[in-house]
């Protein structure tokens, strides 16, 4: 007997279509109903499990999907963009490699997180070590500050951000296609906005929906749908403020980690200014004038514009040291220059000037948000700079020691490698959603899990017994890593890419090819 066709199993999208119009179908013609009934049911039970199927794709992690597509996208999309640079169809040869930037991404990501994470339970840790008597926190030493230095990370990621920004545009001007650089810039103007706003808009939401859910409280704010709504579009729209021109972290409700949405997106619109202006400078110039924009933007306290230009000059000098290798044509000095390989003993004194250079650099990055004078460590360099304001002196200290070490890193084969590593890629992918949401998942798990733990463990943060008290914290941190990595995969192939194919289409609909 041949098999009805009411029997077939949906599989795809078409399949539920299917679905949907034959039961349609009987229910137009109800003396079909009697003899197909029972196929109905059956059918119903079919669509339903092909929707939970669907409902189970999207919630289960990426790394645990056999069959797991990530649509192309491009570096310089987005502040925390996550897959390697363009090559704008051009050869590998014709650019450095990019990717260990993916994994340098990844881990800023993750130190913001456990910055964040960590300050509730160690409220005290943006202080030096030493900073006073009972600041001995080995999470407060150099180098291991980094760990949970929240405030380096955001420098690391604008950094970042200026480097991918302006790689393809960086190598269009090296190939003198003005034609393609014009294309190029124009794309990643229009298309800017939309992508850096689009997810930080959810995350806003989701916070927004936690508050009506009574999941989360405004301080002084008698919650209601009309007052909640009011705060959360006032908020976003203040927040989305271009024109303030202003690097001070303002207290937001629904989501406190949006402040360097606007300072990305100012400091991402000077970089394409400064591109374009430079595309048709000689190389030197072009350098000359990015460093002294980079200095300048510093003195007049913009620290996020002279992370962005340290990222082009990052960038510009690596295309220039990738063709090192062999005979280099800069582009607009006219002619070629050849670079000979260095010796056994230069390479090493190369790399030993490199590895010192990073150190310096990790050491910089580590200075304390307050308190440096207090501590040996950093007394020296707490007597340099504005003596009246210490939370600028502590930015710069900061913003030199990403740089530094992000520029030692570019030279460093065994640090890229190391970022390169599957787990360090992964995390840079999910970056810019794991930014997004960590907050209200501190809130909404972080904190309760590591109270459970301190209650089960009956630690106290007074406590003399500091092992029960961080062996519980170390412990909810345990459990509440793989919650906020799943989240933020799910966030990251549900709003974050869908973001970026956005704004793509809209670019499609809006310009002229």
């Known amino acids: 007997m041949a098999r009805s066709a009411y029997t077939v199993i949906p599989q795809s999208e078409s399949d539920v279509e299917k679905a949907a119009a034959l039961l349609a179908a009987e229910h137009d013609h ?86 964040h994470h960590s300050r509730f339970g160690h409220p005290n840790i943006k202080i030096a070590y030493g900073g006073s008597p009972e600041q001995h926190n080995i999470l407060q030493l150099p180098i291991l500050r980094l760990l949970v230095h929240g405030r380096t990370m955001v420098s690391v990621f604008f950094i970042v951000s200026g480097y991918a920004l302006s790689f393809s545009a960086l190598k269009l001007i090296r190939q003198r296609d003005h034609a393609g650089l014009a294309r190029r810039l124009s794309s990643s103007v ?42 959360f579009m006032a908020e976003f729209a203040g927040l989305m403020d271009p024109f303030t021109w202003t690097t001070e972290v303002p207290y937001l409700f629904y989501g406190p980690q949006l402040w360097t949405i606007p300072v990305e997106f100012r400091a991402s619109m000077f970089l394409f200014v400064t591109l374009l202006g430079l595309a048709r400078a000689v190389t030197g110039v072009r350098l000359a004038v990015v460093a002294f924009l980079g200095v300048y933007a510093m003195a007049r306290r913009q620290w996020d514009v002279s992370l962005f230009m340290a990222g082009i000059m990052l960038a510009d000098v690596n295309l220039t040291a990738h063709h090192r290798g062999g005979t280099a044509a800069i582009a607009g000095s006219g002619g070629t220059q050849a670079y000979r390989p260095s010796g056994p003993t230069r390479r090493l004194l190369k790399k030993i000037s490199l590895v010192t250079l990073l150190l310096f650099g990790l050491y910089l ?48 084969p065994a640090c890229q490698r190391a970022l390169e590593r599957p787990l360090a890629r992964y995390m840079g992918r999910i970056s810019y959603a794991l ?74 609909w809006c310009t002229v090819s």
């Open 365 to 412: 990055a580590s200075y304390p948000t307050q308190k440096a004078h207090a501590t040996n460590v950093y007394i020296w360099l707490s007597r340099i700079g504005p003596a009246e304001d210490t939370d600028f002196r502590s930015r710069v200290y900061t913003s030199v020691g990403a740089a530094l070490s992000v520029t030692a890193i570019s030279f460093l």
């Open 435 to 508: 930014y997004l949401t960590h907050p209200l998942l501190n809130i909404l798990v972080g904190r309760p899990l590591a109270r459970m733990m301190w209650g089960v463990l009956g630690a106290t943060r007074d406590d003399e017994d500091w092992v029960a008290y961080e062996g519980a914290w170390l412990l909810a941190t345990a459990l509440y890593l793989p919650v906020v990595v799943w989240v933020a995969d799910v966030f990251w192939r549900v709003v974050d890419l869908r973001a970026v194919e956005f704004a793509k289409s809209v670019e499609r």
């Open 190 to 231: 229009f298309r800017r906005a939309i992508r850096l706003m689009l997810p930080s808009f959810v995350a806003g939401f989701l916070h927004y929906l936690a508050q009506r859910a009574g999941l989360v409280q405004a301080w002084n704010h008698e919650s209601s749908f009309l007052g909640d709504t009011a705060a």
């Open 30 to 115: 109800p003396q079909r109903s009697r003899t197909h009934g029972t196929c109905s049911i059956f059918f119903l039970f079919r669509l339903c499990r092909v929707l939970l199927g669907r409902l189970l794709a999207v919630l289960t992690p990426s790394f645990l999907q056999r069959q797991h597509h990530v649509p192309g996208r491009s570096t310089g999309d987005h502040q925390h963009s996550t897959t390697s640079l363009p090559q704008d169809g051009s050869n590998a040869s014709d650019g450095p490699s990019t990717a260990w930037l993916d994994g340098l991404r990844g881990v800023a990501s993750f130190g913001v997180f456990l910055f």
